[in-house]
């Protein structure tokens, strides 16, 4: 019985390398572009690896106005790590906007690089880039838009810490 706990408890080899993502971190971001006005906000993700055996790990994302405590925004989806240090991502946005995404993942330098190379059920969003790393032990990321008014540029970013 310990045996098989033990088994299906491990990290699946291919999560491994990303396995310092896995918790939940909390932090603060900002936001902007060109059509809307800047903004500031409180955000929480998780990430876990549900299925062992499997090499996913379980993302889910939720954002608040820091002032109310209002809900913003929210997005879940699957990233699929590889061994060669590829990785895919698909996120579906509470907003009904849904990405796949394609990138690399360096476990050395705790770098995650997508780019999308599908956004599906968007109206103006042509294009998404996401960059996560880990700096000081806390996990930074930048997320930058295209749409059809304007070219890739940045759109989010934020500073969370790992909660224990």
């Known amino acids: 019985m310990d045996e098989d706990k033990e088994r ?21 971001g900002e936001g902007g572009y060109p059509t809307i006005n800047s903004f500031r906000y409180g955000e929480e993700l998780h990430f876990s690896h549900p299925a062992p055996g499997k090499p996913v790990i379980a ?24 061994p060669d240090g590829s990785i895919e ?6 907003t009904g906007l849904a990405e796949v995404l394609k990138g690399t993942h360096s476990a050395e330098d705790k770098l995650i690089k ?13 294009e998404i880039s996401r960059v996560y ?14 749409t059809n008014l304007a070219a890739l540029q940045p759109h989010l970013k934020a500073v969370l810490k790992k909660l224990p």
């Open 8 to 28: 299906f408890s491990a990290i699946h080899p291919a999560v491994a390398p990303l396995s310092y993502l896995l918790g939940k971190w909390k932090g603060e």
């Open 59 to 82: 993302y889910s994302h939720k954002t608040w106005k820091l002032d109310s405590g209002m809900p913003m925004h929210s997005e879940s989806g699957y990233w699929r790590p590889k």
């Open 89 to 94: 991502v698909v996120i579906a946005q509470s």
């Open 114 to 126: 997508l780019q999308s190379q599908v956004v599906a059920n968007a109206s103006k969003v042509r």
């Open 133 to 146: 790393e880990m700096v000081n032990g806390e996990l930074h990321y930048v997320v930058q838009m295209a």
